[in-house]
């Protein structure tokens, strides 16, 4: 399964607004009313953007298997660079390869609790690096 696969899987496509677990309006695969080509065109975008931005703040995810980086980029995607930056301990054992302290690290944050499966099923592709 590839990222852009999962993060439509995630994110869900809805052509008409609705209101996501926070109470935050949201649309598409997370914008304002588009057509799915549309959407599909913002969703490459933004992952490239992302991917830069995460590649600039962390280098050393460069040097990650194409599994654990597509999680961070997924988390990123959800989070923001930012908020993604918040995760200080999972982050570090990231870097180091401690694969369960990450994935312990991931299932132990209120972003867990917020996206459920989501976090459950990257939490597990960042301990085995399988997707």
Same mark, same amino acid.
């Given at each position: 399964?590839?990222?852009?696969?999962?993060? /439509?899987?995630?994110?869900?496509?809805?052509? *008409?607004?609705?209101? %996501?677990?926070?109470?935050?309006?949201?649309?598409?695969?997370?914008?304002?009313?588009?057509?799915?080509? &549309?959407?599909?065109?913002? !969703?490459?975008?933004?992952?490239?953007?992302? *991917?830069?931005?995460?590649?600039?703040?962390?280098?050393?995810? /460069? *040097?990650? %298997?194409?599994?654990?980086?597509?999680? $961070?980029?997924?988390?990123?995607?959800?989070?923001?660079?930012?908020? !993604?930056?918040?995760?200080?301990?999972?982050? /570090?054992?990231?870097?180091?390869?401690?694969?369960? %302290?990450?994935?312990?690290?991931?299932?132990?944050? /209120?972003?867990?609790?917020?996206? *459920?499966?989501?976090?459950?099923? $990257?939490?597990?592709?960042? !301990?085995?690096?399988? &997707?």
């Amino acid at each position: 399964m590839s990222l852009i696969e999962q993060l /439509k899987r995630h994110e869900g496509w809805e052509a *008409k607004p609705y209101i %996501d677990t926070v109470g935050i309006p949201t649309f598409g695969y997370g914008f304002t009313y588009i057509t799915l080509a &549309e959407g599909e065109m913002i !969703l490459r975008n933004r992952i490239e953007t992302y *991917k830069q931005e995460l590649i600039a703040t962390f280098p050393w995810t /460069k *040097k990650l %298997d194409s599994v654990r980086f597509n999680v $961070l980029l997924n988390m990123t995607y959800n989070l923001g660079i930012a908020r !993604l930056s918040g995760f200080v301990n999972t982050l /570090k054992a990231v870097e180091e390869g401690r694969w369960e %302290d990450a994935s312990r690290g991931m299932l132990a944050s /209120k972003w867990a609790t917020q996206v *459920k499966g989501r976090a459950v099923e $990257l939490a597990a592709q960042m !301990l085995t690096g399988v &997707e």
